[in-house]
């Protein structure tokens, strides 16, 4: 069974850019989900969605936003980059959250 | 928001020795799932136990297992017979039963293993 897939691993941008990442989650997990993470400010929570609707969402800028396609697909989008979101962006998909989530290995996001 | 504490930023361990790693959270709720996942260095965030709040057994897997103290808002996890490729980043975690699958993690645990 595939695990969840994360696109591209490495990225480079620059400030003012924006930028799209990808996760296909394992077959058969509606539920995806975001977190950043930083050396500063550990796991935090981005948002949730179950079914292509957001279900849950943290306490991030507007400029960081998300969608669910049909087959469960997820991407974010993080407009208007800035330093401070360099970050390692993490992908989780469940089945049910109440057994964990599986975690895809990631996409480095540098802003220069 | 629920917290989720872990007081040790860095432990070592001996290879073939046990270690255990803090977890403490705060939630008024008492229907909750606790989780701890390890991060080595590949980035990819690997779940190593589950925890149900509503259960008193103490969950086992091989090695590992853990301390859940209710009460006192504990989650302990214990390695035994650490092993090299135990090294890595260990995250404790919190998830609601309410809130969908947001997970609340601490800021991590990172365990070195000594040949």
């Known amino acids: 069974k595939a695990g969840v897939t994360q696109t591209p691993r490495y990225l480079i941008k620059t400030r003012g850019q924006q930028v799209t990442l990808s996760c296909s989650p394992i077959?058969?997990?509606?539920?995806v989900s975001w977190y950043q993470q930083t050396p500063g400010q550990g796991l935090q929570f981005l948002f949730e969605?179950?079914?292509?609707?957001?279900?849950n969402k943290g306490n991030f800028p507007g400029r960081f936003s998300g969608r669910q396609f049909s087959n469960s697909r997820s991407e974010m989008n993080v407009s208007t980059l800035e330093l401070g979101d360099s970050a390692l962006y993490l992908c989780a998909s469940s089945s049910s959250g109440e057994y964990g989530y599986t975690f895809g290995s990631g996409t480095r996001l540098t802003v220069v | 928001a629920q917290t989720v504490t872990q007081s040790q930023p860095e432990m070592s361990v001996q290879e073939a020795e046990t270690v255990t790693l803090s977890c403490t959270y705060d939630?008024?709720?008492?229907?909750?799932?606790l989780f701890w996942y390890k991060q080595p260095p590949s980035r990819q965030m690997i779940l190593v136990i589950r925890?149900?709040?509503?259960?008193?057994q103490n969950a086992t897997e091989n090695r590992f297992s853990v301390n859940f103290q209710k009460a006192a808002k504990s989650f302990s996890l214990k390695i035994s017979d650490s092993q090299l490729g135990d090294a890595a980043m260990y995250f404790c975690?919190?998830?609601?039963?309410?809130?969908?699958?947001?997970?609340?993690f601490g800021t991590g645990t990172s365990l070195t293993v000594i040949p």
């Open positions: 939630t008024s709720e008492s229907d909750y799932y």
């Open positions: 969605y179950f079914s292509e609707t957001q279900r």
């Open positions: 925890q149900e709040a509503y259960k008193q």
């Open positions: 077959s058969g997990h509606r539920s």
């Open positions: 975690a919190y998830r609601s039963s309410n809130t969908g699958n947001q997970f609340y």
